[in-house]
């Protein structure tokens, strides 16, 4: 996120990110995790509303969300088949002439519902920085080197088991301009589909150990400890596969469904 | 270990950011239908900030049955072949805040209900998902009728409803501030 950030200039929060230090910015948090952790409560979700992020200032709805029972489509997702996605959109290493520099990595876990039922022959969408932390995007202006055989983008469908699995090179952390000499931790994008649009998901999957979390207000947005570590992939050696790339797992667990899934939801072949 | 064994809470959502722009859009994304297609309405309309401002790097997609009311469950929304209508579309703001789909009008999914299309809205700047609802025009008893809608005040239940237009339906999105969209939590 080069980002241009705040490309409407005369937005406030802007001129004031633009002030802001590192320093700042982390008392802003920790007075945030202290106010939290004295409320008691357990908060799953990033908080729409997190003054850190700078663009999130304009960008919160201010009311809570509306209860509503899901109904009719709701009920529903989209479907998706193998005439939508080829097998060889797994693999981000494979898109171009030559191998990509960096770290290749197998990423693989399993999708699953509320209830631990695997979401089968589901999308799964990733975009991610190459190894130096540089998006194939015009708006990403890191004076790191675009590397002419990364494109970052991936597509696959679960399998059977629910299970995903990509191969890719492990990105880089990249500067951002939320605050000054702000740092996004490393991370993958993923998007995700259950069995009911109610389950829809956008999110990031991060790497062991980063020292840039305590230093992020995306990942910092979320409040609650074990809830944000839940998007922390884990080194597995089971995954790592012999003289060829690291191996990570990661599973994601979707919101609770309203519906029953039918074998209608998972009609077609494996993956 | 980032998630013990036998947890299922649910993974936390995080924001788009801003470089889905060459992942998640592909061609024909925005088009359920083809704008030529001689049934084809526009779905459009801009996404404003809490200063009125356009978010020119938002992401909207739209879900919804077709005009008989049946839930789609054909696949093919990434390779449309034109002919099969899947019920699913994606599409970005561009730099003024706009966005567009061509698609055919749902119809009720029960005798009697208003139809609408589901919409789920992502953003630089916007931390996790939002749900709402964009119920078309033209059937007042139908709205009238609706749970949701007559669980709102009027002001709020008018940010649900889209306006039509001589191509379609335009249906804004305010996600803060003066005529905040209602945002749906399913629970
Ligand atoms: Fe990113």
Redesign the interface.
């Given at each position: 996120m080069t980002d241009i950030l705040d490309e409407a200039p005369t937005a406030p929060a802007s001129s004031d990110a633009a002030a802001s230090t590192q320093a700042e910015v982390s008392a802003e948090m920790a007075a945030i995790s202290r106010e939290y952790a004295d409320t008691g409560a357990t908060e799953t979700q990033p908080r729409l509303d997190y003054p850190p992020y700078r663009s999130s200032v304009l960008r919160h709805p201010t009311k809570d969300p509306h209860h509503a029972d899901p109904e009719g489509i709701e009920l529903w997702a989209p479907v998706f088949g193998h005439q939508d996605v080829d097998r060889l959109e797994a693999d981000l290493t494979i898109q171009h002439r030559g191998e990509p520099v960096g770290e290749r990595m197998i990423v693989t876990g399993r999708v699953l519902d509320g209830e631990g039922r695997p979401v089968r022959h589901q999308l799964v969408e990733i975009w991610q920085a190459n190894a130096g932390g540089r998006y194939i995007h015009k708006r990403d202006q890191h004076p790191a080197a675009i590397d002419p055989n990364f494109t970052g983008v991936g597509r696959c469908l679960t399998d059977g088991d629910g299970t995903y699995s990509f191969t890719t090179i492990k990105p880089g952390p990249y500067p951002w301009k939320n605050h000054r000499n702000a740092w996004r931790p490393a991370h993958i994008h993923f998007s995700v589909f259950g069995p009911a649009f109610t389950q829809r998901m956008i999110t990031q999957m991060y790497f062991p150990s980063d020292p840039l979390f305590a230093l992020d207000p995306i990942y910092q947005s979320i409040t609650d400890p074990a809830a944000r570590d839940r998007l922390v992939a884990t080194y597995d050696h089971d995954v790592t596969s012999h003289e060829w790339a690291t191996g990570y797992r990661w599973d994601i667990v979707l919101t609770g469904s309203h519906r029953t899934p039918l074998e209608s939801d998972t009609e077609g072949d494996d993956a | 270990?980032?998630?013990p064994a036998g947890?299922?809470?649910?993974?936390?959502?995080?924001?788009?950011?801003?470089?889905?722009?060459?992942?998640?859009p592909y061609d024909g994304s925005s088009d359920l239908v083809p704008p030529t297609h001689p049934d084809a309405v526009r779905f459009h309309g801009r996404v404003l900030?809490?200063?009125g401002?356009p978010?020119?790097?938002a992401l909207l997609?739209i879900?919804?049955?077709g005009p008989d009311g049946a839930?789609?469950?054909?696949?093919?929304?990434?390779?449309r072949d034109g002919f099969t209508f899947?019920?699913?579309g994606r599409a970005s703001t561009d730099g003024t805040g706009h966005y567009s789909f061509a698609t055919l009008a749902?119809g009720p999914?029960?005798p009697g209900?208003a139809p609408?299309l589901?919409v789920?809205v992502?953003?630089?700047?916007?931390?996790?998902?939002?749900?709402t609802?964009a119920y078309l025009p033209g059937d007042d008893a139908a709205l009238v009728a609706d749970?949701?809608l007559a669980?709102?005040d009027p002001e709020?239940r008018a940010t649900l409803v889209a306006a039509a237009d001589d191509r379609g339906f335009v249906f804004d999105i305010r996600?803060?501030?003066d005529g905040?969209?209602?945002?749906?939590?399913?629970?």
């Open positions: - | 270990m980032s998630r947890d299922l809470q649910p993974t936390p959502g995080q924001t788009v950011g801003p470089f889905f722009g060459y992942a998640l900030d809490g200063a401002d978010v020119p790097d997609e879900w919804q049955a839930v789609p469950r054909a696949a093919g929304s990434l390779h899947t019920g699913w749902p999914t029960a209900s609408y589901a789920t992502f953003a630089r700047g916007l931390l996790n998902r939002l749900f609802r749970p949701l669980s709102l709020r996600l803060q501030g905040e969209t209602v945002f749906l939590a399913h629970g």
